[in-house]
């Protein structure tokens, strides 16, 4: 378990790459687990904290489809890129650096909804762009592409999993 975080950390350091993880499914579904118990916890401090009604969808279907859609997604880029090889290594390190920045928000972003936004957005303005460096350096690695490419595609897999996302989920 110290080997995983160890090597997640580096990862989040931009020291190591997906390829130092282990390429089984046991890791890779650990960090699926968590990062959808840490989407129920994040939801439900939303829920608590914000009096609007626009949280009309349930938790557990909002934190399934964060984890469906990052999976389909990366599994789509991988194969187009004859990478499937590195599906599961490229998946533990998101989920599993995802799991990291996840708990680095929690706290902030209960602080940022208690204060109505007016500490912690900075924080998580960093955080999400330090979170695109990771997943740029990640898919550098995994598709044997440039950093900028690596960037550049975290952040359109950010939003077209946002807009799809936000398809599935508003209601008329």
């Given at each position: 378990m110290l080997k995983i975080l160890?090597?997640?950390?580096?990862?989040?350091?931009l020291r190591k790459s997906p390829q130092d993880l282990p390429n089984g499914m046991f890791w890779l579904l650990v960090f699926i687990f968590?990062?959808?118990?840490?989407?129920?916890?994040?939801?439900?401090?939303i829920k608590s904290l914000k009096t609007s009604s626009d949280m009309v969808v349930s938790g557990n279907f909002a934190a399934?489809?964060?984890?469906?859609?990052?999976?389909?997604l990366v599994v789509i880029v991988l194969q187009l890129a004859k990478r499937s090889a590195r599906i599961n290594q490229t998946l533990t390190a998101l989920f599993g650096t995802g799991f990291l920045f996840a708990l680095m928000v929690s706290p902030i972003l209960q602080l940022s909804l208690s204060s109505d936004g007016?500490?912690?957005?900075?924080?998580?303005?960093a955080l999400m762009a330090w979170s695109?460096?990771?997943?740029?350096?990640?898919?550098?690695?995994?598709?044997?592409?440039?950093?900028?490419?690596?960037?550049?595609l975290a952040?359109?897999?950010?939003?077209?999993?946002?807009?799809?996302?936000?398809?599935?989920?508003?209601?008329?």
């Open positions: 160890d090597t997640l950390i580096s990862i989040l350091l968590a990062n959808y118990a840490l989407n129920l916890y994040q939801l439900a401090i399934s489809l964060d984890i469906i859609l990052q999976v389909v007016k500490s912690g957005g900075g924080l998580l303005l695109f460096a990771v997943k740029g350096n990640i898919y550098k690695h995994a598709l044997s592409i440039t950093m900028m490419a690596g960037v550049g952040v359109g897999l950010f939003f077209a999993a946002y807009f799809i996302a936000l398809a599935f989920t508003t209601t008329q």
